[in-house]
């Protein structure tokens, strides 16, 4: 039924909202944000390792203990420095979100390769922030246990079901989250607190909105107010959608918490679904977000400039930069609607990664487009925006005689070997032709 007025979640939204990069990579690491250390420390089978937990691994076991922490803490002294800390604030930026193990507050649990603790980069992050005018927000990236079987809490693990959602260790987290809320409670540009990262879907919604509302309170306790911190709440690839799961998240708690906010990450490269859309159907995708950033309290956590396949092949005969700027502008416009604001992911990626290394982004003024007017569309019909990005050729009729190419819903084209139809590649080869006869 509808939640009475007393028990809506506040959509609070701060004075000055979020416009930020982060700082992915250095506490905790992965390969494309750690560039270069993973590629300077390939495993055996000179692959690169994929999160920080095989790294360790091989670090550990072709250098020791000794050296293999040397390795870690120059790749912490010199990955970000102040100097990075200035250029952000150069580049008209007003904030860092800094993900974090928790190995970097509290020494690593036994077993695990991990090597902390490393408090004096937390507080120089803090100190860097404080110096050069930024807002900072602490964000817990890797819970003890994991909060996912994925690299981005540190540990892939593979098959996924090595992990599971009991293996997360809630009321160590909590603390976690405490020793930091008391830590730099008298810190003013400490703006936000995330409480985890990317939590896998399969954890029940009552068990996290649980640990998200022990955690505001917690965080609360420990003097950082609801005036002046935003605790950051993530909704991420949550089966019920971000709709239902935060209409839960108001009825457990009776909407009493103030200055949370979700985070959600907009990525549009992922999964059949944004590798299937054309690139108008990716900037109504934007446009959709902006209805949901309206409704919530929320912060885009991450967003990139990377869009999926069928983009490519749907965008007229715009070249890579034009077609990456305008898609660019869009989800810059979209934030502006945002109640915490957003941060792009990342500052540092490997240097040919435009779309995800925002130094590069910001050199080649991908980042600095003024955003399209996009034609209203009842949804009835074709999209005008498809007619506008991709126009239809002069005579859009196909002949005898002509080769055409048959994209599928997840923006490969068919392919034929011998009497063999399969769909492995997004280009228009030899292999993708089809002449009609």
Same mark, same amino acid.
């Given at each position: ?9 506040? !959509? ?6 979020? +416009?930020? /990069? ?13 560039? *270069? ?58 904030? /860092? !979100? ?5 190995? @970097? @507050? ?23 922030? =404080? =110096? ?8 817990? &990236? ?16 593979? *098959? ?6 009991? &293996? ?9 989250? =405490? ?18 990262? #990317?939590?896998?879907?399969? @954890? ?19 003097? $950082?107010?609801?005036?002046? /911190?935003? /605790? ?31 985070? @959600? &990450? ?20 934007? #446009? ?29 005969? $715009? ?12 989800? $810059? ?41 996009? *034609? ?5 019909? =074709?999209?005008?925006? #498809?007619? +506008?990005?991709?126009?239809? *050729?002069?005579?859009? +009729? ?8 048959? !994209?599928?819903? &997840?923006?490969?084209? $068919? ?23």
């Amino acid at each position: 039924g509808e939640l009475s007025a007393a028990m809506a979640q506040c !959509r609070d939204a701060l004075a000055d909202p979020w +416009r930020g /990069v982060n700082l992915g990579g250095w506490l905790l690491l992965e390969p494309g944000p750690s560039y *270069p250390l993973f590629t300077h420390h390939p495993q055996e089978d000179n692959s690169q390792a994929r999160c920080e937990w095989d790294l360790m691994k091989v670090l550990l076991k072709q250098l020791g203990k000794k050296r293999a922490a040397e390795v870690i803490k120059t790749h912490r002294d010199t990955h970000v420095t102040k100097a990075d800390f200035e250029r952000i604030r150069a580049c008209g930026l007003n904030s /860092v !979100r800094v993900p974090f193990g928790y190995w @970097v @507050v509290t020494e690593p649990r036994p077993k695990e390769p991990y090597v902390g603790p490393a408090l004096e980069y937390l507080d120089r992050a803090v100190d860097w922030a =404080e =110096e050069c005018g930024l807002q900072i927000v602490l964000d817990l &990236h890797g819970c003890p246990g994991g909060e996912s079987p994925e690299a981005p809490c540190g540990r892939r693990q593979r *098959p996924e079901s090595r992990w599971h959602w009991k &293996h997360w260790d809630f009321a160590e987290s909590l603390n976690i989250l =405490e020793f930091i809320a008391k830590r730099y409670v008298s810190r003013s540009c400490v703006t936000g607190i995330a409480v985890c990262n #990317e939590p896998c879907g399969l @954890v029940p919604a009552a068990t996290l909105i649980s640990y998200y509302s022990r955690a505001v309170d917690r965080i609360r306790k420990a003097g $950082m107010s609801a005036s002046r /911190v935003a /605790v950051v709440l993530p909704v991420f690839q949550r089966p019920e959608g971000e709709d239902e799961f935060i209409a839960k998240w108001t009825k457990l708690t009776s909407g009493r918490h103030r200055n949370i906010c979700f985070d @959600v &990450h907009c990525y549009h490269c992922f999964e059949n679904q944004f590798h299937g859309k054309t690139f108008a159907q990716q900037l109504r995708a934007v #446009e959709d977000n902006v209805a949901m950033l309206q409704k919530h309290p929320m912060v885009a956590g991450e967003w990139a400039l990377c869009l999926g396949r069928a983009t490519w092949c749907t965008c007229g005969d $715009m070249d890579e930069d034009t077609v990456i700027s305008i898609f660019g502008a869009q989800q $810059m416009d979209a934030w502006k609607h945002a109640s915490h604001g957003s941060f792009f992911w990342n500052w540092k990626e490997e240097p040919e990664n435009k779309e995800w290394n925002f130094q590069v982004a910001y050199e080649k003024g991908l980042l600095s487009r003024t955003p399209l007017k996009l *034609p209203s569309w009842d949804h009835k019909g =074709e999209d005008p925006l #498809e007619e +506008r990005l991709h126009p239809s *050729p002069s005579d859009p +009729r196909v002949y005898y005689g002509d080769t055409v190419y048959l !994209r599928v819903f &997840h923006g490969m084209y $068919m392919d034929i070997e011998g009497t063999k139809v399969n769909c492995r590649w997004s280009d228009k080869g030899p292999w993708q032709a089809f002449t009609i006869v």
